[in-house]
T-cell receptor
Framework: EPEVTQTPSHQVTQMGQEVILRCVPI?????FYWYRQILGQKVEFLVS????????KSEIFDDQFSVERPDGSNFTLKIRSTKLEDSAMYFC????????FGPGTRLTVT | KNQVEQSPQSLIILEGKNCTLQ??????????LRWYKQDTGRGPVSLTI???SENTKSNGRYTATLDADTKQSSLHITASQLSDSASYIC?????????WGLGTSLAVNP
C-alpha cells in the first residue's frame, strides 16, 4: 500500500538556522498538507497546497515558513530562521479523498 | 470558535474489554468527522470518516457514531487488544482545514 514518506525522521538545529523538511506524497494524490504537533498539544494545521500553489494557510504559517513542490514528487516545508518554539513533530499529508499522513519529522531547535 | 473536545483524556482498560471514547465539536461549516489512531511518535492513521448524513461507520473492531444534531461522536472499541494502546483523535473538517481534538490516550493492559 502506498505511503507518505518524510525525511529526516529527526532534525536538530540551532536557533536562527534554516531547515527544510522533506516529504514524498502518495503519487496520485493532488492535495498536500503540512501539520505540526508540539509535544503534548493538538495537531495544528499549517498549510494546504494544490495545483502548485498554497490553497489555505493558518495563522501559524507566517513569513518564516514556505512550501515548495520542486520536482513533481517532493513536497518541502522550509523554516527560514528557526525559533525555540518551532520544536515539534511536523507531519506531511496528502489526499485524494482519504488523507494519509507521513510518519513525521521531529524538529528540535536548540 | 471552531473546537473539538474529547473525553476522557486518558483511559486504562484490560485486554478483551470494550470501551467508548467521546468527541464533542463546535465546528461550522461541518464537512466530515474522522477518527484517527496515533501511536507514540508516529503519524495519525485514519480509522473512520463520516459525513453529515452518516450515523455509524465500522472498521473492524472500531465503530464510530455521529449525531450531527447534538454535534457528538463516539468511537467504540470492541474486544480490545494490546495493540490498541494509542492516542485516538477526533478530527472535524470544515473543508480541507481540519480541526483536531487533543485525543484520548488509551492504554490496554494484559
Amino acid at each position: 500500500e502506498p505511503e507518505v514518506t518524510q525525511t529526516p525522521s529527526h532534525q536538530v538545529t540551532q536557533m536562527g538556522q534554516e531547515v527544510i523538511l522533506r516529504c514524498v506524497p502518495i503519487s496520485n494524490h493532488l492535495y498536500f498538507y503540512w501539520y505540526r504537533q508540539i509535544l503534548g498539544q493538538k495537531v495544528e494545521f499549517l498549510v494546504s497546497f494544490y495545483n502548485n500553489e498554497i490553497s489555505e494557510k493558518s495563522e501559524i504559517f507566517d513569513d518564516q515558513f514556505s512550501v515548495e513542490r520542486p520536482d513533481g514528487s517532493n513536497f518541502t516545508l522550509k523554516i527560514r530562521s528557526t525559533k525555540l518554539e518551532d520544536s515539534a513533530m511536523y507531519f506531511c499529508a496528502s489526499s485524494a479523498g482519504t488523507t494519509s499522513f507521513g510518519p513525521g519529522t521531529r524538529l528540535t531547535v536548540t | 470558535k471552531n473546537q473539538v473536545e474529547q473525553s476522557p483524556q486518558s483511559l486504562i482498560i484490560l485486554e478483551g474489554k470494550n470501551c467508548t471514547l467521546q468527541c464533542n465539536y463546535t465546528v461550522s461549516p461541518f464537512s466530515n468527522l474522522r477518527w484517527y489512531k496515533q501511536d507514540t511518535g508516529r503519524g495519525p492513521v485514519s480509522l473512520t470518516i463520516m459525513t453529515f448524513s452518516e450515523n455509524t461507520k465500522s472498521n473492524g473492531r472500531y465503530t464510530a457514531t455521529l449525531d450531527a444534531d447534538t454535534k457528538q461522536s463516539s468511537l467504540h472499541i470492541t474486544a480490545s487488544q494490546l495493540s490498541d494502546s494509542a492516542s485516538y483523535i477526533c478530527v472535524v473538517g470544515p473543508g480541507r482545514k481540519l480541526i483536531w481534538g487533543l485525543g484520548t490516550s488509551l492504554a490496554v493492559n494484559p
